[in-house]
């Protein structure tokens, strides 16, 4: 185990009295993909949440660690970005895409059905196109819950659609204006 804390003394001291993240990230719990990596963040830098295939549960479904997370972020840490980024070779994709048709575990199966509208919107297209679809239908999501609608409808929260892709490290972004992807890392 590394620890960096003797490198960092002095960040470590100013972190410990508060932390003031301007960015939340929603991203896939897989070991591939460290957001602090990904953007050359610091410590302090951002609010993090990872569960298999970075899936934001409808608001319906009472899923109190999301929704507690989302809420903390917005209402208490103030955050301005919400990001949800998901990565290539997604194993929670991949489970997505075989629900119904393979032996699943049921917890992951329960999960996963949270995003089943992304895969009937998107029956027969690649891994890669899945994926990216799965990102988009999250982040719309995150309009579910009122504090997320009321800072983002304020102007205070910009909310990002991002894909990484683990082989290259490059970082794309959705633009709803256009619907198109771009390289933005």
Not at 40 to 63: Q, S
Not at 115 to 128: K, P
Not at 145 to 159: F, R, T, W
């Amino acid at each position: 185990m590394r620890n960096d804390y003797a490198s960092n003394e002095e960040l470590f001291a100013h972190l410990a009295d508060a932390q003031a993240p301007k960015v939340m990230w929603i991203g896939c719990a897989d070991s591939r993909v460290p957001p602090e990596r990904i953007l050359g963040a610091e410590p302090g830098e951002l609010f993090i949440l990872r569960n298999v295939a970075n899936i934001v549960p409808p608001l319906a479904a009472d899923e109190a660690s999301v929704g507690s997370a989302l809420h903390f972020a917005v209402e208490q840490l103030k955050v301005n970005h919400l990001v949800v980024c998901g990565h290539s070779d997604c194993g929670g994709v991949k489970a997505l895409s075989q629900l119904g048709k393979a032996p699943m575990d049921r917890m992951l199966a329960s999960w996963v059905e949270y995003a089943v509208s992304v895969l009937e919107d998107n029956e027969g297209t690649t891994m890669e196109s899945l994926t990216k679809a799965n990102v988009i239908a999250q982040a719309e999501r995150l309009l579910e819950y009122p504090c997320v609608l009321a800072a983002a409808s304020s102007g205070q929260l910009s909310i990002h659609a991002c894909y990484y892709d683990i082989r290259s490290g490059k970082v794309e972004q959705f633009n709803p204006e256009d619907g198109d992807w771009s390289h933005i890392a």
